[in-house]
């Protein structure tokens, strides 16, 4: 079992930047793929980044690459969401996820998730 609990949303302004975290509880941290995944009103859940557990590869959605990093800290039992050049159609609900498959690029593979953290970005 794994819990998930997001942190660092807020309003912010186009250009600007913000980093998410992700606590997880649980002692199987370092066994799990993370994912962060984003929901705008109206849209569907959108694949953002994942980390996976085996040899910490990244991946991301099209729409973030080269301004958004994720990262993680198996000794925090945390993983980051680092967004950078923030777009206003970044706006959503950022959701973390877990899962102990080695690659996951799809909502229905992972089968732990948080409550979610609103990221604004205004123009």
């Known amino acids: 079992q794994v819990q998930l609990v997001e942190s660092g949303g807020g309003l912010v302004q186009a250009g600007d930047s913000l980093r998410l975290s992700c606590l997880a509880s649980?002692?199987?941290?370092?066994?799990?793929?993370m994912g962060w995944f984003r929901q705008a009103p109206g849209k569907e859940r959108e694949f953002v980044a994942g980390?996976?557990?085996?040899?910490?590869?990244?991946y991301y959605g099209d729409s973030v690459k080269g301004r958004f990093t994720i990262s993680r800290d198996n000794a925090k039992n945390t993983v980051y969401l680092q967004m950078n050049s923030l777009k206003p159609e970044d706006t959503a609900v950022y959701y973390c996820?877990?899962?102990?498959?080695?690659?996951?690029?799809?909502?229905?593979?992972?089968?732990?998730w948080g409550q979610g953290t609103q990221v604004t970005v205004s123009s």
């Open positions: 980390v996976s557990w085996s040899d910490a590869n990244t």
């Open positions: 649980g002692r199987t941290f370092s066994s799990v793929t």
């Open positions: 996820a877990a899962t102990f498959r080695a690659y996951a690029g799809r909502s229905q593979q992972y089968d732990y």
